[in-house]
Protein backbone atom coordinates (compact mmCIF):
# COMPACT_ATOMS: atom_id res chain seq x y z
CA UNK A 1 0.00 0.00 0.00
CA UNK A 2 2.73 2.62 0.58
CA UNK A 3 4.11 1.94 -2.42
CA UNK A 4 1.17 3.43 -4.42
CA UNK A 5 1.14 6.83 -6.25
CA UNK A 6 -1.67 9.24 -5.06
CA UNK A 7 -2.78 8.80 -8.59
CA UNK A 8 -3.02 4.95 -8.15
CA UNK A 9 -5.16 5.54 -4.91
CA UNK A 10 -7.43 8.18 -6.27
CA UNK A 11 -8.28 5.70 -9.09
CA UNK A 12 -8.91 2.90 -6.38
CA UNK A 13 -10.75 5.00 -3.72
CA UNK A 14 -12.92 7.09 -6.55
CA UNK A 15 -13.80 3.78 -8.22
CA UNK A 16 -15.07 2.19 -4.54
CA UNK A 17 -17.24 4.97 -4.06
CA UNK A 18 -19.16 5.30 -6.83
CA UNK A 19 -21.70 3.01 -5.11
CA UNK A 20 -22.36 5.76 -2.75
CA UNK A 21 -25.58 7.52 -4.39
CA UNK A 22 -26.22 10.14 -1.72
CA UNK A 23 -24.05 12.92 -2.78
CA UNK A 24 -26.38 16.08 -3.65
CA UNK A 25 -25.49 19.77 -2.60
CA UNK A 26 -28.86 21.12 -2.78
CA UNK A 27 -30.13 22.97 0.46
CA UNK A 28 -26.51 24.30 1.65
CA UNK A 29 -26.24 27.90 3.01
CA UNK A 30 -24.65 29.87 0.62
CA UNK A 31 -20.79 30.81 1.33
CA UNK A 32 -18.13 33.02 -0.87
CA UNK A 33 -14.92 33.95 -1.25
CA UNK A 34 -15.44 37.49 -2.17
CA UNK A 35 -12.91 40.12 -0.92
CA UNK A 36 -10.17 37.41 -1.09
CA UNK A 37 -10.72 35.79 1.86
CA UNK A 38 -10.97 32.07 1.94
CA UNK A 39 -11.08 29.33 -1.11
CA UNK A 40 -14.17 28.13 -2.40
CA UNK A 41 -17.75 28.95 -2.71
CA UNK A 42 -21.28 26.64 -2.67
CA UNK A 43 -23.66 29.26 -4.61
CA UNK A 44 -21.96 32.18 -5.44
CA UNK A 45 -20.69 33.64 -8.87
CA UNK A 46 -19.19 31.39 -11.51
CA UNK A 47 -19.97 28.70 -9.42
CA UNK A 48 -22.64 26.25 -12.01
CA UNK A 49 -23.70 22.99 -10.28
CA UNK A 50 -24.06 19.91 -12.86
CA UNK A 51 -27.03 17.54 -11.52
CA UNK A 52 -28.42 14.67 -13.23
CA UNK A 53 -31.94 13.43 -13.17
CA UNK A 54 -32.22 11.71 -9.94
CA UNK A 55 -30.65 14.96 -8.27
CA UNK A 56 -26.93 13.89 -8.05
CA UNK A 57 -24.38 16.81 -7.42
CA UNK A 58 -21.65 15.91 -10.15
CA UNK A 59 -19.16 18.44 -9.23
CA UNK A 60 -17.91 16.45 -5.67
CA UNK A 61 -14.25 14.90 -5.35
CA UNK A 62 -16.05 12.13 -4.74
CA UNK A 63 -13.63 9.34 -2.70
CA UNK A 64 -13.21 6.90 -0.02
CA UNK A 65 -10.63 7.36 2.87
CA UNK A 66 -9.84 4.00 2.72
CA UNK A 67 -11.41 0.93 1.39
CA UNK A 68 -10.11 -1.17 3.98
CA UNK A 69 -13.13 -2.31 6.09
CA UNK A 70 -12.62 -4.38 9.48
CA UNK A 71 -17.10 -5.12 8.51
CA UNK A 72 -18.24 -7.75 6.29
CA UNK A 73 -21.45 -6.88 5.29
CA UNK A 74 -22.29 -9.11 2.32
CA UNK A 75 -23.28 -6.23 -0.37
CA UNK A 76 -20.46 -4.51 -0.07
CA UNK A 77 -17.25 -4.73 -2.34
CA UNK A 78 -15.11 -3.52 0.38
CA UNK A 79 -15.64 -5.97 2.98
CA UNK A 80 -13.08 -7.65 5.19
CA UNK A 81 -14.14 -10.73 2.98
CA UNK A 82 -13.21 -9.28 -0.36
CA UNK A 83 -10.53 -9.54 -2.86
CA UNK A 84 -9.64 -5.88 -3.96
CA UNK A 85 -7.20 -4.22 -3.95
CA UNK A 86 -6.63 -1.53 -1.17
CA UNK A 87 -5.56 2.05 -0.42
CA UNK A 88 -5.70 3.85 2.07
CA UNK A 89 -4.91 8.48 2.14
CA UNK A 90 -4.20 9.91 5.30
CA UNK A 91 -6.28 13.18 6.13
CA UNK A 92 -3.74 15.65 4.21
CA UNK A 93 -3.40 14.00 1.41
CA UNK A 94 -7.43 13.81 0.92
CA UNK A 95 -7.73 17.46 1.70
CA UNK A 96 -4.67 18.85 -0.53
CA UNK A 97 -5.98 16.67 -3.73
CA UNK A 98 -9.33 18.79 -2.96
CA UNK A 99 -7.83 22.03 -2.79
CA UNK A 100 -5.91 20.86 -6.07
CA UNK A 101 -9.10 20.25 -7.82
CA UNK A 102 -10.79 22.71 -6.93
CA UNK A 103 -8.24 25.27 -8.29
CA UNK A 104 -8.01 23.57 -11.55
CA UNK A 105 -12.25 24.13 -11.77
CA UNK A 106 -12.61 20.22 -11.42
CA UNK A 107 -14.92 19.89 -8.37
CA UNK A 108 -16.71 22.63 -6.22
CA UNK A 109 -16.55 20.29 -3.20
CA UNK A 110 -15.80 17.26 -1.29
CA UNK A 111 -17.62 14.38 -0.80
CA UNK A 112 -15.57 11.83 2.20
CA UNK A 113 -16.99 8.29 2.89
CA UNK A 114 -15.02 5.35 4.16
CA UNK A 115 -14.59 2.07 4.89
CA UNK A 116 -13.83 1.14 8.13
CA UNK A 117 -9.99 1.00 9.55
CA UNK A 118 -8.94 -0.08 13.18
CA UNK A 119 -12.26 1.07 14.98
CA UNK A 120 -15.13 2.92 13.89
CA UNK A 121 -14.14 6.05 16.43
CA UNK A 122 -10.22 6.17 14.36
CA UNK A 123 -12.04 6.25 11.11
CA UNK A 124 -14.18 9.02 12.14
CA UNK A 125 -11.26 11.03 13.91
CA UNK A 126 -9.64 11.00 10.49
CA UNK A 127 -12.59 12.08 8.61
CA UNK A 128 -13.42 14.67 10.97
CA UNK A 129 -9.27 15.66 10.47
CA UNK A 130 -10.01 15.92 6.76
CA UNK A 131 -12.77 18.44 6.93
CA UNK A 132 -10.80 20.45 9.75
CA UNK A 133 -7.52 20.83 7.84
CA UNK A 134 -9.99 22.12 4.75
CA UNK A 135 -12.23 24.79 6.93
CA UNK A 136 -9.13 25.33 9.63
CA UNK A 137 -5.87 25.32 7.97
CA UNK A 138 -6.74 25.76 4.26
CA UNK A 139 -9.91 28.17 4.53
CA UNK A 140 -11.89 26.07 2.42
CA UNK A 141 -15.34 27.35 1.82
CA UNK A 142 -17.07 24.91 -0.34
CA UNK A 143 -19.26 21.98 -0.08
CA UNK A 144 -18.41 19.19 2.12
CA UNK A 145 -20.49 16.27 2.66
CA UNK A 146 -19.07 13.75 5.38
CA UNK A 147 -20.21 9.86 5.08
CA UNK A 148 -20.89 9.07 9.07
CA UNK A 149 -20.15 6.07 11.10
CA UNK A 150 -23.29 5.39 13.38
CA UNK A 151 -21.03 3.11 15.43
CA UNK A 152 -18.51 5.99 16.55
CA UNK A 153 -18.78 8.04 19.38
CA UNK A 154 -21.73 11.04 19.29
CA UNK A 155 -18.82 13.67 19.84
CA UNK A 156 -16.96 12.75 16.76
CA UNK A 157 -20.22 12.87 15.09
CA UNK A 158 -21.13 16.28 15.94
CA UNK A 159 -17.62 17.50 15.49
CA UNK A 160 -18.56 16.19 12.04
CA UNK A 161 -21.25 18.59 11.61
CA UNK A 162 -19.41 21.20 12.74
CA UNK A 163 -17.29 21.57 9.71
CA UNK A 164 -19.47 19.70 6.67
CA UNK A 165 -22.42 21.13 5.31
CA UNK A 166 -24.40 17.81 4.86
CA UNK A 167 -24.17 14.58 6.89
CA UNK A 168 -25.60 11.07 6.02
CA UNK A 169 -25.90 7.91 7.59
CA UNK A 170 -27.01 5.23 5.51
CA UNK A 171 -29.65 2.94 6.79
CA UNK A 172 -28.68 0.40 4.23
CA UNK A 173 -31.38 -1.96 3.76
CA UNK A 174 -35.24 -1.01 4.53
CA UNK A 175 -35.79 -3.74 6.99
CA UNK A 176 -34.43 -5.14 9.83
CA UNK A 177 -34.31 -8.58 8.96
CA UNK A 178 -32.62 -7.51 5.84
CA UNK A 179 -29.75 -5.95 7.24
CA UNK A 180 -29.42 -8.69 9.97
CA UNK A 181 -29.20 -11.38 7.51
CA UNK A 182 -26.78 -8.71 4.70
CA UNK A 183 -25.10 -6.96 7.30
CA UNK A 184 -24.50 -8.61 10.95
CA UNK A 185 -22.13 -5.80 12.07
CA UNK A 186 -24.59 -3.11 12.01
CA UNK A 187 -27.54 -2.42 14.00
CA UNK A 188 -30.76 -0.71 12.69
CA UNK A 189 -31.31 0.69 16.70
CA UNK A 190 -27.89 2.14 16.74
CA UNK A 191 -28.14 3.68 13.03
CA UNK A 192 -31.32 5.27 13.87
CA UNK A 193 -30.23 6.17 17.11
CA UNK A 194 -27.04 8.19 15.71
CA UNK A 195 -29.79 9.69 12.80
CA UNK A 196 -32.37 11.00 15.91
CA UNK A 197 -28.39 12.46 17.34
CA UNK A 198 -28.11 14.40 14.39
CA UNK A 199 -31.74 15.52 14.01
CA UNK A 200 -31.43 16.83 17.76
CA UNK A 201 -27.97 18.79 16.86
CA UNK A 202 -29.61 20.38 13.58
CA UNK A 203 -32.35 21.94 15.73
CA UNK A 204 -30.31 23.00 18.46
CA UNK A 205 -28.02 24.53 15.87
CA UNK A 206 -31.11 26.54 14.05
CA UNK A 207 -32.46 27.65 17.45
CA UNK A 208 -28.88 28.81 18.99
CA UNK A 209 -28.64 30.30 15.63
CA UNK A 210 -32.15 32.43 15.92
CA UNK A 211 -30.91 33.60 19.43
CA UNK A 212 -27.73 34.08 18.78
CA UNK A 213 -26.02 35.49 15.70
CA UNK A 214 -22.10 34.29 15.91
CA UNK A 215 -23.94 30.59 16.61
CA UNK A 216 -21.66 27.86 15.18
CA UNK A 217 -23.26 26.32 12.35
CA UNK A 218 -24.49 22.51 12.17
CA UNK A 219 -24.53 20.74 9.13
CA UNK A 220 -26.89 23.74 7.15
CA UNK A 221 -28.05 20.93 4.41
CA UNK A 222 -29.01 18.76 6.70
CA UNK A 223 -28.50 14.78 6.77
CA UNK A 224 -29.49 12.28 4.21
CA UNK A 225 -29.38 8.21 3.79
CA UNK A 226 -28.92 5.48 1.43
CA UNK A 227 -31.18 2.07 0.79
CA UNK A 228 -29.58 -0.51 -1.26
CA UNK A 229 -32.72 -1.71 -3.46
CA UNK A 230 -32.73 -5.77 -4.74
CA UNK A 231 -30.08 -7.13 -2.28
CA UNK A 232 -32.80 -8.53 0.33
CA UNK A 233 -36.91 -9.75 -0.33
CA UNK A 234 -37.87 -6.12 0.60
CA UNK A 235 -40.29 -4.95 -1.70
CA UNK A 236 -41.29 -1.57 -2.83
CA UNK A 237 -44.12 -0.82 -0.08
CA UNK A 238 -41.55 -2.03 2.60
CA UNK A 239 -38.95 0.81 1.08
CA UNK A 240 -41.79 3.50 0.97
CA UNK A 241 -43.26 2.94 4.52
CA UNK A 242 -39.52 3.06 5.71
CA UNK A 243 -38.61 6.43 3.32
CA UNK A 244 -41.87 8.12 5.05
CA UNK A 245 -40.58 7.00 8.69
CA UNK A 246 -37.35 8.27 7.66
CA UNK A 247 -38.60 11.77 6.95
CA UNK A 248 -41.23 12.66 8.72
CA UNK A 249 -39.06 11.03 12.02
CA UNK A 250 -35.69 12.48 11.50
CA UNK A 251 -36.34 15.36 8.95
CA UNK A 252 -34.10 14.02 6.46
CA UNK A 253 -33.08 16.30 3.20
CA UNK A 254 -33.54 13.23 1.20
CA UNK A 255 -33.47 9.46 0.73
CA UNK A 256 -31.51 8.30 -1.60
CA UNK A 257 -32.53 4.72 -3.40
CA UNK A 258 -29.13 2.59 -5.17
CA UNK A 259 -30.23 -0.46 -7.18
CA UNK A 260 -28.12 -3.79 -5.43
CA UNK A 261 -24.83 -4.71 -8.32
CA UNK A 262 -23.57 -7.92 -8.42
CA UNK A 263 -19.68 -7.91 -6.81
CA UNK A 264 -17.13 -9.94 -7.76
CA UNK A 265 -16.89 -13.25 -5.41
CA UNK A 266 -20.02 -12.70 -3.71
CA UNK A 267 -22.02 -14.20 -1.33
CA UNK A 268 -24.29 -17.19 -2.15
CA UNK A 269 -26.84 -14.79 0.38
CA UNK A 270 -27.04 -12.22 -2.71
CA UNK A 271 -29.10 -12.58 -5.80
CA UNK A 272 -27.29 -13.23 -9.11
CA UNK A 273 -28.75 -10.39 -11.40
CA UNK A 274 -29.28 -6.89 -10.52
CA UNK A 275 -32.19 -5.62 -10.00
CA UNK A 276 -33.90 -3.45 -13.31
CA UNK A 277 -32.83 0.10 -13.00
CA UNK A 278 -36.39 1.13 -13.95
CA UNK A 279 -37.08 -0.15 -10.74
CA UNK A 280 -34.90 2.36 -8.46
CA UNK A 281 -36.51 5.06 -11.03
CA UNK A 282 -39.46 4.20 -10.07
CA UNK A 283 -39.15 4.49 -6.08
CA UNK A 284 -37.70 8.24 -6.76
CA UNK A 285 -41.07 8.63 -8.48
CA UNK A 286 -42.77 7.74 -5.39
CA UNK A 287 -40.37 9.41 -3.01
CA UNK A 288 -40.97 12.26 -4.72
CA UNK A 289 -45.21 11.77 -4.35
CA UNK A 290 -44.18 11.93 -1.51
CA UNK A 291 -42.42 14.79 -0.85
CA UNK A 292 -43.47 17.54 -3.60
CA UNK A 293 -47.16 15.98 -4.40
CA UNK A 294 -49.33 15.35 -0.77
CA UNK A 295 -49.26 11.76 -1.26
CA UNK A 296 -48.56 9.39 2.04
CA UNK A 297 -46.85 6.20 1.82
CA UNK A 298 -49.73 4.55 2.60
CA UNK A 299 -51.65 5.89 -0.56
CA UNK A 300 -48.54 5.47 -3.07
CA UNK A 301 -48.56 1.59 -1.95
CA UNK A 302 -51.89 1.57 -3.32
CA UNK A 303 -50.35 1.98 -6.65
CA UNK A 304 -48.27 -1.28 -6.50
CA UNK A 305 -49.51 -4.71 -7.62
CA UNK A 306 -50.36 -8.04 -5.77
CA UNK A 307 -46.07 -8.44 -5.10
CA UNK A 308 -46.06 -5.00 -3.33
CA UNK A 309 -43.70 -3.79 -5.97
CA UNK A 310 -44.63 -0.50 -8.38
CA UNK A 311 -44.90 -1.04 -11.72
CA UNK A 312 -42.25 -0.91 -14.19
CA UNK A 313 -44.16 0.38 -17.10
CA UNK A 314 -45.50 3.21 -16.07
CA UNK A 315 -45.56 5.91 -13.61
CA UNK A 316 -46.33 5.75 -9.82
CA UNK A 317 -49.10 8.67 -10.20
CA UNK A 318 -50.88 7.57 -13.32
CA UNK A 319 -51.11 3.93 -11.46
CA UNK A 320 -52.62 5.45 -8.51
CA UNK A 321 -55.07 7.00 -10.97
CA UNK A 322 -55.90 4.38 -12.93
CA UNK A 323 -57.01 2.49 -9.44
CA UNK A 324 -58.91 5.15 -8.35
CA UNK A 325 -60.65 6.52 -11.56
CA UNK A 326 -64.04 7.34 -9.27
CA UNK A 327 -61.52 11.10 -8.49
CA UNK A 328 -61.73 12.12 -12.30
CA UNK A 329 -62.04 13.60 -13.92
CA UNK A 330 -60.98 17.15 -11.97
CA UNK A 331 -62.20 20.69 -13.30
CA UNK A 332 -59.33 22.65 -13.50
CA UNK A 333 -61.67 25.91 -13.45
CA UNK A 334 -62.31 24.50 -9.88
CA UNK A 335 -60.33 21.72 -8.22
CA UNK A 336 -58.07 22.83 -5.45
CA UNK A 337 -54.72 22.26 -6.17
CA UNK A 338 -53.94 19.17 -3.99
CA UNK A 339 -56.22 17.35 -6.20
CA UNK A 340 -54.87 18.69 -9.41
CA UNK A 341 -51.53 17.53 -8.03
CA UNK A 342 -52.86 14.00 -8.54
CA UNK A 343 -53.43 14.05 -12.41
CA UNK A 344 -51.22 12.05 -13.81
CA UNK A 345 -48.90 14.26 -16.28
CA UNK A 346 -49.48 17.49 -14.17
CA UNK A 347 -46.42 18.64 -12.43
CA UNK A 348 -46.05 20.73 -9.58
CA UNK A 349 -44.69 23.85 -11.81
CA UNK A 350 -48.19 23.29 -14.37
CA UNK A 351 -50.38 23.26 -11.38
CA UNK A 352 -49.04 26.24 -9.93
CA UNK A 353 -49.88 28.17 -13.72
CA UNK A 354 -52.84 26.89 -13.76
CA UNK A 355 -53.97 27.88 -10.26
CA UNK A 356 -52.66 31.59 -10.74
CA UNK A 357 -54.44 31.46 -14.65
CA UNK A 358 -57.41 30.28 -13.36
CA UNK A 359 -58.30 33.87 -11.20
CA UNK A 360 -58.57 35.93 -14.62
CA UNK A 361 -60.64 34.12 -17.00
CA UNK A 362 -61.65 29.80 -17.61
CA UNK A 363 -59.04 27.56 -19.03
CA UNK A 364 -59.26 25.51 -21.92
CA UNK A 365 -58.21 22.45 -23.19
CA UNK A 366 -55.14 24.23 -25.11
CA UNK A 367 -54.60 26.48 -22.01
CA UNK A 368 -53.86 23.27 -19.95
CA UNK A 369 -51.93 22.12 -22.74
CA UNK A 370 -49.53 24.82 -23.01
CA UNK A 371 -48.13 24.50 -19.13
CA UNK A 372 -47.62 21.10 -19.62
CA UNK A 373 -45.51 18.65 -21.41
CA UNK A 374 -47.71 16.27 -22.48
CA UNK A 375 -51.62 16.97 -22.96
CA UNK A 376 -52.36 13.60 -24.43
CA UNK A 377 -51.72 11.86 -20.90
CA UNK A 378 -53.34 14.59 -18.83
CA UNK A 379 -57.17 14.69 -21.21
CA UNK A 380 -58.56 11.56 -20.11
CA UNK A 381 -58.41 13.14 -16.12
CA UNK A 382 -59.53 16.44 -16.56
CA UNK A 383 -62.40 18.39 -17.55
CA UNK A 384 -62.32 22.51 -18.99
CA UNK A 385 -63.98 25.08 -20.24
CA UNK A 386 -64.42 23.22 -23.68
CA UNK A 387 -63.61 19.94 -22.79
CA UNK A 388 -65.32 16.93 -21.16
CA UNK A 389 -63.27 13.20 -21.42
CA UNK A 390 -66.99 11.44 -21.29
CA UNK A 391 -66.21 7.98 -21.50
CA UNK A 392 -62.75 7.81 -21.91
CA UNK A 393 -61.74 7.89 -18.64
CA UNK A 394 -63.09 4.97 -17.38
CA UNK A 395 -61.95 2.86 -20.99
CA UNK A 396 -60.41 -0.53 -19.96
CA UNK A 397 -57.63 0.05 -22.30
CA UNK A 398 -56.92 3.29 -20.95
CA UNK A 399 -53.33 1.68 -19.40
CA UNK A 400 -52.50 1.04 -23.12
CA UNK A 401 -53.23 4.33 -24.66
CA UNK A 402 -51.28 6.10 -21.98
CA UNK A 403 -48.03 3.98 -21.19
CA UNK A 404 -44.84 5.17 -22.81
CA UNK A 405 -44.35 2.91 -26.44
CA UNK A 406 -41.63 0.85 -26.07
CA UNK A 407 -39.16 0.64 -28.97
CA UNK A 408 -35.74 0.15 -30.08
CA UNK A 409 -32.87 3.15 -30.62
CA UNK A 410 -31.18 2.97 -33.56
CA UNK A 411 -27.57 2.48 -33.54
CA UNK A 412 -26.54 4.72 -36.16
CA UNK A 413 -29.77 7.23 -36.24
CA UNK A 414 -28.88 10.50 -37.25
Known amino acids: MSSLSTIEKLGILADAAKYDASC ?4 TSKKNSLGGKGIGSTEGMGICHAYT ?13 TNHCIFDC ?14 RFTPQEVADLTINFYKRNYIEGLFLSSGIIKSSNFTMEQMVECARILR ?11 KTI ?17 ISINVELPTVKGLSRLAPDKSASQIEGAMGNVKADISEAKDAKKRFRHAPRFAPAGQSTQMIVGADAANDSDIMVKASKLYTGYKLRRVYYSAFSPIPDASAVLPLKRP ?3 REHRLYQSDWLMRFYGFQAQEVMQATGSDGN ?22 VNRAPKELLLRVPGLGVTAVHRIVAARRHRMLRLADVGKMTVSIAKVRPFICAADWRPTAL ?5 LKTLLAPKQEQLELFAS
Open 24 to 27: ASSG
Open 53 to 65: PDGRCISLLKVLL
Open 74 to 87: HYCINRKSSNVRRA
Open 136 to 146: EEMDFRGYIHL
Open 150 to 166: PEADPELVHQAGLFADR
Open 276 to 278: PLI
Open 310 to 331: LPLDIDPKLAWALKFRETFPLD
Open 393 to 397: TDRAD
